[in-house]
Nanobody, 116 residues
């Protein structure tokens, strides 16, 4: 199971760190990711980190402003978001997948609101 937290209300230009706690299984061999969704729109990819932790990828919209990381010992995945923009406002979800399988595990989401 995945539990996301760390969302909140922040002014444009501010920062937030989202956390995702993994429990119930060993996610150390899973690719972990963050996605976000705005009401009325499809869920979109934000960032992923491979099971090895040495490879990350980002959506163009957040590249250079966000950093995904994972702590194997704590079974945590983080998304550090800097220079936040109003268009970053969304519900953020953490997710996990094994290998080339679809994203099969999802957290409950945490709301991020960026005011202008």
């Amino acid at each position: 199971q995945l539990q996301a937290s760390g969302g909140g209300l922040v002014q444009a230009g501010g920062s937030l760190r989202l956390s995702c706690a993994a429990s119930g299984r060993t996610f150390s061999s899973y690719t972990m990711g963050w996605f976000r969704q705005v009401p009325g729109k499809e869920r979109e990819f934000v960032a992923t980190v491979m099971w090895s932790g040495d490879s990350t990828s980002y959506a163009d919209s957040v590249k250079g402003r966000c950093t995904i990381s994972r702590d194997y010992a704590k079974k945590m995945v983080y998304l550090q978001m800097n220079s936040l923009k109003p268009e970053d406002t969304a519900v953020y979800y953490c997710a996990a997948k094994y290998g080339s399988s679809p994203w099969g595990y999802w957290g409950q989401g945490t709301q991020v609101t960026v005011s202008s």
